[in-house]
């Protein structure tokens, strides 16, 4: 017979030893490893009472972010959407008018930004693609939902809020 593998095995329909017909060395094995994992340590994690060590480079849900002066650093150039793989991004852009220099650092802002979380696969390449270093992903889980309409992060929950750290240790997300 040709194999791809060379790891086919032909079964052999043999008799059955004494030893196999009587069971009970295979259940007494059996117990031995149940009653082995019973003493283990329990890798579940009870959540959210406890909560997982997550690695340094975890990539959770996303922020845009403020600058110093609390002005949102996006000018809606649209390099995040472009270069994100699952197409999540959609961005409206708007000019920035006369006296809200305070609010957009760039004379072109995002009037519009939305991230599906649903088709996310918290690459991070949005984060590497921007140019403004507005796009941030942070530590924090994106929290679960029943209604997956709630899974679309308009600028309401992906702006970093005004005075808080964008750091990822100490980000606090927007809450409604
Ligand atoms: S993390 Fe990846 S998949 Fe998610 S929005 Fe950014 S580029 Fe797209
Ligand atoms: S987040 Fe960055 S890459 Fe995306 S539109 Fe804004 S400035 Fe451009």
Do not use: W
Request: charged fraction near 30%.
């Amino acid at each position: 017979m040709h194999s791809l593998s060379n790891r086919s095995k032909v079964v052999v329909n043999k008799e059955m030893t004494l030893k196999e017909r009587m069971y009970l060395p295979a259940i007494f094995g059996g117990m031995m490893i149940t009653i082995k994992h019973f003493f283990k340590r329990k890798p579940t994690i009870q959540y959210p009472e406890q909560k997982r060590e997550f690695s340094k480079v975890y990539r959770g849900r996303h922020i845009l972010k403020r600058d110093e002066q609390g002005r949102e650093n996006c000018t809606a150039c649209g390099l995040c959407a472009v270069a994100c793989p699952a197409e999540a991004i959609s961005i409206v852009a708007a000019e920035r008018k006369k006296g809200e220099e305070h609010l957009y650092r760039e004379e072109k802002y995002a009037k519009t930004y939305e991230i599906n979380m649903l088709r996310c696969i918290f690459c991070g390449l949005c984060e590497e693609a921007c140019p403004k270093d507005a796009v941030y992903l942070t530590e924090e889980l994106a929290p679960a939902n029943f209604d997956r309409s709630n899974f679309i992060f308009g600028k309401d929950k992906l702006v970093q809020p005004v005075g808080t750290s964008a750091h990822p240790k100490t980000y606090k997300p927007y809450k409604k």
